[in-house]
Nanobody, 120 residues
Framework: QVQLVESGGGLVQPGGSLRLSCAASGFTFSAYCMNWYRHAPGKERESVADITSGGGRVNYADSVKGRFTISRDNAKKTVYLQMNSLKPEDTAVYYC?????????????WGQGTQVTVSS
């Protein structure tokens, strides 16, 4: 059974840092791209970052580029999001996501999310 579990969220002051983790199980983690999304109340869900299966290529939303870093440890089956220079506009629930072959079906899986609040 595919499972994604986020952790590391919390309350931080503007300019502070947090490191989110997403622990994966139930699929061949090293074969799939991983993604971070966020969703704030009253706003559309948006893609934050993604990383290829081997970690060789990464992409970031313009709003976080230069501040956030996505990485992965395939041995630990975990993807990370290092968030620096946090701004109040970064406040959201952060989700990790992947699209996985389950039998003959391609299925989108999401974690439960972890709350990040940036406030003074």
């Amino acid at each position: 059974q595919v499972q994604l579990v986020e952790s590391g969220g919390g309350l931080v002051q503007p300019g502070g840092s947090l490191r989110l983790s997403c622990a994966a199980s139930g699929f061949t983690f090293s074969a799939y791209c991983m993604n971070w999304y966020r969703h704030a109340p009253g706003k559309e869900r948006e893609s934050v970052a993604d990383i290829t299966s081997g970690g060789g290529r990464v992409n970031y939303a313009d709003s976080v580029k230069g501040r956030f870093t996505i990485s992965r440890d395939n041995a630990k089956k975990t993807v990370y999001l290092q968030m620096n220079s946090l701004k109040p506009e970064d406040t959201a629930v952060y989700y990790c996501m992947t699209v996985v072959w389950v039998g003959m079906r391609l299925v989108e899986y999401w974690g439960q999310g972890t709350q990040v609040t940036v406030s003074s």
